[in-house]
């Protein structure tokens, strides 16, 4: 019924004539004082003829609008056949939709070009970058002092940045090689824990952390990356006290501290691209984009990350990690 008020809607003026040439007819008859019968037998008959000719001219109506309706999709990949146009304006616009299709087409080809050549360049930049810090890293473990070892930290730091940006760009990437398999938990966990040892040592905050005997369904180095992001933040942000990483029933990961906490208004939008919050204006060096990349990273993964925290109490990170069915991109 949607269809025939469509059809009837788009086709209103040619009824609207016929009847009107069926009244006026009705009336010079009726001035003339000619039978009424014969005004009504034409009519009659003109509208059997009418009736024909629109129902074959709605039943193309109604095939045309399917044939437009499944080009939604294909036009997106390919320059598909439109439907024969019924006259002059349906070729215009045709016409101006092939147009537009190409010009899309070519800033498509064009967008992928940048980004492609974006990506090399920052690849060999990030690998560029790493050959002055490593460097810098021997100097600074030749001698084992207080100034030496906040420096090394900060270096650290420099690293995390520099392998951020290069997630980054990959995530964005048409193919990132994941690798889908079941790996040792306590084996990622114990990397990210070793990046970070001298951090807890030199601000002397306590790791609660036990053999968690899980196995999990994920990427290791992605999701090593989402690990390191999460104890990164939790170090960061607390002064002293402990941080303790634990595995809750069926299958969640939980990463602990007793830092400063998160704002009740900022907690909302900590995953948002950017967003810093009060704690990150304070600090003057948060980003804004780790959180971000974990729950994108989490989303490709088909993990579930989540955020409580009480301000000046500490944060707890959840990442459920319960997940049989992998949802492909």
Request: with cysteine; charged share 25%.
């Amino acid at each position: 019924m949607e269809m025939l008020a469509e059809y009837i809607k788009l086709h209103r003026k040619v009824i609207g004539v016929y009847f009107l040439f069926a009244v006026i007819f009705g009336i010079i008859f009726a001035l003339w004082k000619l039978p009424v019968v014969s005004v009504l037998y034409g009519t009659v008959i003109g509208l059997f003829v009418a009736v024909i000719i629109w129902g074959r001219d709605y039943h193309r109506f109604c095939a045309k609008h399917k044939q437009l309706e499944s080009m939604v999709e294909e036009i997106k990949y390919t320059d598909s056949h439109f439907p024969e146009a019924d006259g002059r304006i349906e070729m215009d616009y045709q016409e101006v939709i092939r147009s537009l299709y190409e010009e899309k087409q070519q800033m498509t080809n064009q967008m992928t070009h940048q980004y492609t050549d974006m990506m090399e360049y920052y690849t060999i930049w990030v690998h560029q970058i790493k050959t002055p810090i490593a460097a810098m890293r021997l100097q600074l473990q030749g001698e084992d002092s207080e100034s030496n070892r906040e420096l090394l930290d900060e270096l650290q730091r420099i690293e995390q940045y520099v392998e951020m940006v290069l997630t980054y760009l990959r995530l964005d990437a048409g193919a990132t090689d994941y690798v889908l398999k079941q790996y040792d938990l306590d084996d990622i966990l114990r990397q990210a824990v070793r990046k970070y040892a001298s951090q807890f040592i030199r601000k002397k905050i306590r790791l609660v952390y036990e053999p968690l005997s899980c196995k999990v369904l994920t990427d290791e180095k992605w999701f090593l990356f989402v690990i390191e992001q999460v104890l990164s933040n939790a170090l960061k942000y607390t002064r002293s006290g402990e941080i303790s990483i634990t595995l809750e029933a069926p299958k969640t990961l939980c990463i602990r501290d007793t830092g400063i906490g998160i704002a009740p208004e900022d907690l909302p939008r900590i995953f948002e691209k950017g967003f810093t919050g009060y704690n990150g204006r304070s600090d003057k060096k948060a980003s804004g984009i780790g959180l971000y990349l974990c729950r994108r990273i989490c989303g490709r993964l088909n993990h579930e990350i989540s955020v409580t925290s009480k301000v000046d109490e500490g944060t707890e990170v959840r990442i459920d990690l319960n997940r049989k069915v992998l949802e492909v991109e």
